[in-house]
């Protein structure tokens, strides 16, 4: 199974994700992600056997985060994969923490990964021809986070389709992920 975790946007900012996807697409051309699949990775972690789903997920269910605020204020590619994303520098320091307080625990269950840099980013399009600039709308979005997911990927011809499978607790019901 091909597995991450992420944090997932409430409705409201996947509509207005989706908008901001609308006038990207326009501009840029590419695959836009739909409004339900819009996430920040926080870690992936590629193929996994189902028992090594259950055994993150069990452990995922026992903790709840920091809940934290991510403000969104930028534009950015990743040219070499046509990614269009929008992401922003206000509460980076907090995802990045919380980055590494999953992988501590996910490398202690013997998943290994961790990427060497963390670039906190939503992916609005793919295998997008041409960057974003001048004319898009101002990507300014403020995003309350509670809790984080474990999602499976199912790929089709048609795209990658989202399930999630198992979340952190929301905070004061179950300790906080241990900090590092
Ligand atoms: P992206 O948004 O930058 O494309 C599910 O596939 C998520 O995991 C996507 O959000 C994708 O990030 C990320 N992902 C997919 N393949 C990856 C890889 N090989 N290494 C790191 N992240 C990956």
Redesign the pocket.
């Known amino acids: 199974m091909?597995l991450?975790l992420?944090l997932v946007p409430p409705p409201a900012l996947r509509r207005r994700l989706g908008e901001l996807a609308d006038a990207a697409r326009t501009r840029c051309g590419g695959r836009r992600m739909p409004d339900d699949s819009f996430?920040?990775?926080l870690a992936?972690l590629?193929e996994q056997p189902e028992t090594r789903a259950t055994e993150i997920g069990d452990w995922l269910a026992r903790f709840s985060i920091l809940p934290g605020q991510w403000r969104l204020d930028r534009w950015g590619c990743?040219r070499r994969?046509g990614?269009v994303?929008v992401g922003g520098a206000e509460g980076e320091a907090a995802l990045r923490d919380l980055q590494g307080q999953l992988w501590e625990g996910l490398e202690g269950m013997g998943v290994s990964?961790r990427?060497a840099r963390f670039a906190p980013?939503?992916?609005l399009l793919?295998r997008a021809p041409r960057p974003p600039g001048p004319g898009l709308p101002d990507a300014s979005l403020t995003w309350d986070y509670t809790r984080v997911e474990l999602?499976q990927?199912v790929t089709t011809p048609g795209g990658?389709h989202?399930a999630s499978l198992a979340r952190t607790t929301i905070p004061e019901e179950s300790p906080c992920l241990p900090s590092r």
């Open positions: 091909r991450f992420a996430h920040l990775t992936f590629g990743f994969r990614i994303w990964g990427p980013h939503i992916t793919r999602i990927s990658s989202y």
